[in-house]
Protein backbone atom coordinates (compact mmCIF):
# COMPACT_ATOMS: atom_id res chain seq x y z
CA UNK A 1 0.00 0.00 0.00
CA UNK A 2 1.50 3.24 -1.28
CA UNK A 3 -0.98 5.96 -0.72
CA UNK A 4 -1.68 8.65 1.81
CA UNK A 5 -5.46 9.40 1.92
CA UNK A 6 -7.18 12.56 3.19
CA UNK A 7 -10.66 13.12 4.79
CA UNK A 8 -12.71 15.14 3.55
CA UNK A 9 -12.29 15.69 0.52
CA UNK A 10 -14.10 18.83 0.54
CA UNK A 11 -14.43 21.66 3.59
CA UNK A 12 -16.64 24.17 3.60
CA UNK A 13 -16.75 26.04 6.91
CA UNK A 14 -17.38 29.93 8.42
CA UNK A 15 -15.23 31.49 10.07
CA UNK A 16 -16.79 30.77 13.46
CA UNK A 17 -16.32 26.59 13.18
CA UNK A 18 -14.05 24.28 14.69
CA UNK A 19 -13.30 20.99 12.28
CA UNK A 20 -10.38 18.68 11.73
CA UNK A 21 -8.94 17.61 8.53
CA UNK A 22 -7.40 13.67 9.15
CA UNK A 23 -4.46 12.11 7.14
CA UNK A 24 -3.55 8.28 6.98
CA UNK A 25 -0.74 6.31 5.58
CA UNK A 26 0.20 2.46 6.25
CA UNK A 27 3.50 2.35 4.56
CA UNK A 28 5.41 2.19 8.36
CA UNK A 29 6.14 6.04 7.67
CA UNK A 30 7.77 7.83 10.84
CA UNK A 31 7.50 11.38 9.51
CA UNK A 32 4.31 13.09 8.54
CA UNK A 33 3.69 16.56 7.07
CA UNK A 34 1.41 19.69 6.10
CA UNK A 35 1.15 21.15 3.04
CA UNK A 36 -0.97 24.31 2.38
CA UNK A 37 -1.57 25.09 -1.53
CA UNK A 38 -3.28 27.99 -2.88
CA UNK A 39 -4.27 27.98 -6.62
CA UNK A 40 -1.21 28.07 -9.13
CA UNK A 41 1.07 28.13 -6.27
CA UNK A 42 3.67 25.66 -4.86
CA UNK A 43 2.79 23.35 -1.96
CA UNK A 44 4.12 25.46 1.33
CA UNK A 45 5.40 23.49 4.16
CA UNK A 46 3.29 24.27 7.54
CA UNK A 47 4.19 21.02 10.00
CA UNK A 48 6.39 18.24 10.28
CA UNK A 49 6.29 15.47 12.38
CA UNK A 50 9.24 12.95 13.19
CA UNK A 51 8.19 9.63 15.22
CA UNK A 52 5.02 11.53 16.37
CA UNK A 53 6.93 14.21 17.77
CA UNK A 54 5.84 17.80 16.07
CA UNK A 55 10.00 18.77 14.63
CA UNK A 56 8.62 21.37 12.40
CA UNK A 57 6.26 24.40 12.90
CA UNK A 58 6.99 27.22 9.87
CA UNK A 59 5.43 29.91 11.84
CA UNK A 60 1.90 28.56 11.33
CA UNK A 61 -0.78 30.86 12.44
CA UNK A 62 -2.13 29.41 16.02
CA UNK A 63 -5.89 28.79 14.82
CA UNK A 64 -4.26 25.72 13.11
CA UNK A 65 -3.45 22.81 15.08
CA UNK A 66 -1.73 19.94 14.40
CA UNK A 67 -1.64 16.26 16.24
CA UNK A 68 -0.37 13.10 15.45
CA UNK A 69 -2.01 10.47 17.86
CA UNK A 70 0.05 7.43 16.11
CA UNK A 71 2.26 6.89 13.37
CA UNK A 72 -0.27 6.35 11.01
CA UNK A 73 -2.51 9.63 11.84
CA UNK A 74 -1.93 12.88 11.24
CA UNK A 75 -5.00 15.65 12.19
CA UNK A 76 -4.91 19.36 11.41
CA UNK A 77 -7.44 21.05 13.62
CA UNK A 78 -8.93 24.32 12.57
CA UNK A 79 -10.09 26.82 14.59
CA UNK A 80 -11.26 30.51 13.83
CA UNK A 81 -10.24 30.47 10.09
CA UNK A 82 -10.17 33.11 8.02
CA UNK A 83 -11.66 33.86 4.36
CA UNK A 84 -7.80 33.66 3.12
CA UNK A 85 -7.11 30.24 4.74
CA UNK A 86 -9.02 28.92 1.95
CA UNK A 87 -6.96 26.54 0.20
CA UNK A 88 -6.01 22.79 -0.76
CA UNK A 89 -3.99 20.84 2.49
CA UNK A 90 -2.20 18.62 1.29
CA UNK A 91 -0.45 15.61 3.40
CA UNK A 92 2.24 13.64 2.67
CA UNK A 93 4.59 11.11 4.51
CA UNK A 94 8.23 9.67 4.36
CA UNK A 95 10.31 7.06 5.74
CA UNK A 96 11.64 9.25 7.96
CA UNK A 97 13.65 12.52 8.20
CA UNK A 98 17.20 11.46 8.85
CA UNK A 99 20.14 12.36 6.97
CA UNK A 100 21.25 9.35 4.35
CA UNK A 101 17.59 7.88 4.15
CA UNK A 102 15.82 8.05 0.79
CA UNK A 103 13.19 10.07 1.88
CA UNK A 104 10.85 10.45 -1.07
CA UNK A 105 7.44 11.85 0.23
CA UNK A 106 4.04 10.36 -0.44
CA UNK A 107 1.34 13.28 -1.10
CA UNK A 108 -2.56 12.42 -0.48
CA UNK A 109 -5.59 13.75 -2.69
CA UNK A 110 -5.23 16.87 -0.18
CA UNK A 111 -8.54 18.16 1.44
CA UNK A 112 -10.12 21.59 -0.50
CA UNK A 113 -11.26 24.19 1.99
CA UNK A 114 -13.38 27.02 1.81
CA UNK A 115 -13.81 29.29 4.30
CA UNK A 116 -16.39 31.53 3.86
CA UNK B 1 18.96 29.17 2.20
CA UNK B 2 17.95 27.07 -0.74
CA UNK B 3 15.39 28.03 -3.32
CA UNK B 4 14.42 26.32 -6.95
CA UNK B 5 13.81 28.98 -9.78
CA UNK B 6 11.19 27.11 -12.51
CA UNK B 7 12.22 29.58 -15.31
CA UNK B 8 9.04 29.06 -17.63
CA UNK B 9 5.54 29.89 -16.63
CA UNK B 10 3.43 27.93 -18.90
CA UNK B 11 4.65 26.06 -21.93
CA UNK B 12 2.47 25.55 -24.75
CA UNK B 13 3.30 22.54 -26.65
CA UNK B 14 1.17 20.39 -29.77
CA UNK B 15 1.38 17.02 -29.50
CA UNK B 16 4.61 14.94 -30.31
CA UNK B 17 6.83 17.56 -29.73
CA UNK B 18 9.84 17.55 -27.68
CA UNK B 19 9.39 19.04 -23.97
CA UNK B 20 12.09 20.36 -21.77
CA UNK B 21 11.48 22.17 -19.02
CA UNK B 22 14.35 23.81 -16.89
CA UNK B 23 14.63 23.71 -12.91
CA UNK B 24 17.68 25.84 -11.19
CA UNK B 25 18.09 25.28 -7.45
CA UNK B 26 20.58 27.08 -5.23
CA UNK B 27 22.54 25.36 -2.59
CA UNK B 28 26.17 24.17 -1.96
CA UNK B 29 26.08 21.25 -0.83
CA UNK B 30 24.76 17.47 -1.28
CA UNK B 31 20.96 17.47 -2.44
CA UNK B 32 17.91 14.88 -3.33
CA UNK B 33 16.14 16.37 -6.71
CA UNK B 34 12.08 15.96 -7.62
CA UNK B 35 9.93 16.22 -9.97
CA UNK B 36 6.17 16.10 -8.95
CA UNK B 37 3.69 16.46 -11.53
CA UNK B 38 0.15 17.34 -10.64
CA UNK B 39 -2.89 16.54 -12.92
CA UNK B 40 -6.00 19.13 -13.04
CA UNK B 41 -7.67 17.91 -10.00
CA UNK B 42 -5.02 15.18 -8.80
CA UNK B 43 -3.12 15.40 -6.46
CA UNK B 44 0.66 15.26 -6.79
CA UNK B 45 2.55 12.54 -7.75
CA UNK B 46 6.22 11.69 -8.18
CA UNK B 47 7.51 11.73 -12.18
CA UNK B 48 11.35 10.54 -10.80
CA UNK B 49 13.90 11.10 -8.05
CA UNK B 50 17.67 11.52 -8.25
CA UNK B 51 19.46 10.71 -4.82
CA UNK B 52 23.29 9.81 -6.50
CA UNK B 53 25.28 7.59 -9.00
CA UNK B 54 23.50 8.01 -12.56
CA UNK B 55 22.95 11.92 -13.51
CA UNK B 56 20.84 10.67 -16.18
CA UNK B 57 17.35 9.39 -14.27
CA UNK B 58 14.72 7.71 -15.93
CA UNK B 59 10.79 8.34 -14.33
CA UNK B 60 7.29 7.18 -15.23
CA UNK B 61 5.88 7.99 -18.75
CA UNK B 62 8.54 8.28 -20.55
CA UNK B 63 9.77 11.11 -18.68
CA UNK B 64 13.65 11.88 -17.92
CA UNK B 65 15.89 14.27 -16.40
CA UNK B 66 19.19 14.81 -15.73
CA UNK B 67 21.52 16.50 -12.95
CA UNK B 68 24.15 18.64 -14.09
CA UNK B 69 25.81 19.58 -10.50
CA UNK B 70 27.98 21.95 -12.42
CA UNK B 71 25.19 24.01 -13.28
CA UNK B 72 22.91 23.51 -10.33
CA UNK B 73 19.89 22.10 -12.74
CA UNK B 74 18.10 19.30 -12.84
CA UNK B 75 15.67 19.93 -16.07
CA UNK B 76 12.93 17.37 -17.27
CA UNK B 77 12.38 16.10 -20.71
CA UNK B 78 10.27 13.90 -22.70
CA UNK B 79 11.10 13.41 -26.17
CA UNK B 80 7.32 13.36 -27.54
CA UNK B 81 4.63 14.56 -25.50
CA UNK B 82 1.00 13.47 -25.26
CA UNK B 83 -2.16 15.62 -24.35
CA UNK B 84 -2.51 13.52 -21.18
CA UNK B 85 0.21 15.38 -19.92
CA UNK B 86 -0.97 18.27 -20.06
CA UNK B 87 -0.61 19.49 -15.78
CA UNK B 88 1.14 21.27 -13.76
CA UNK B 89 5.24 20.14 -13.16
CA UNK B 90 7.07 20.96 -9.99
CA UNK B 91 10.56 20.83 -9.77
CA UNK B 92 11.69 20.28 -5.51
CA UNK B 93 14.79 19.83 -4.14
CA UNK B 94 16.00 18.83 -0.58
CA UNK B 95 19.14 19.86 1.18
CA UNK B 96 20.97 16.75 2.96
CA UNK B 97 22.47 18.10 5.96
CA UNK B 98 24.77 15.80 7.27
CA UNK B 99 24.86 15.56 10.94
CA UNK B 100 21.53 16.00 11.30
CA UNK B 101 17.95 16.14 9.66
CA UNK B 102 17.84 16.77 6.27
CA UNK B 103 16.38 20.18 4.82
CA UNK B 104 12.94 20.75 3.87
CA UNK B 105 11.70 19.94 0.73
CA UNK B 106 11.93 22.94 -1.52
CA UNK B 107 8.93 23.20 -4.30
CA UNK B 108 9.81 25.78 -6.92
CA UNK B 109 6.82 27.53 -8.62
CA UNK B 110 6.08 25.22 -10.82
CA UNK B 111 5.46 24.82 -14.75
CA UNK B 112 2.36 24.89 -16.54
CA UNK B 113 2.57 22.61 -19.43
CA UNK B 114 -0.75 22.52 -21.93
CA UNK B 115 -0.39 20.13 -24.63
CA UNK B 116 -2.53 20.53 -27.88
CA UNK B 117 -4.07 17.49 -29.60
Known amino acids: DTEVTQTPKHLVMGMTNKKSLKCEQHMGHRAMYWYKQKAKKPPELMFV???????INESVPSRFSPECPNSSLLNLHLHALQPEDSALYLC???????????????FGPGTRLTVL | AQSVSQHNHHVILSEAASLELGCNYS??????LFWYVQYPGQHLQLLLK??????LVKGIKGFEAEFIKSKFSFNLRKPSVQWSDTAEYFCAVKARIYGGSQGNLIFGKGTKLSVKP
Open chain 2, 50 to 55: YFSGDP
Open chain 1, 49 to 55: YSYEKLS
Open chain 2, 27 to 32: YGGTVN
Open chain 1, 92 to 106: ASSQGRTSGSRNEQF
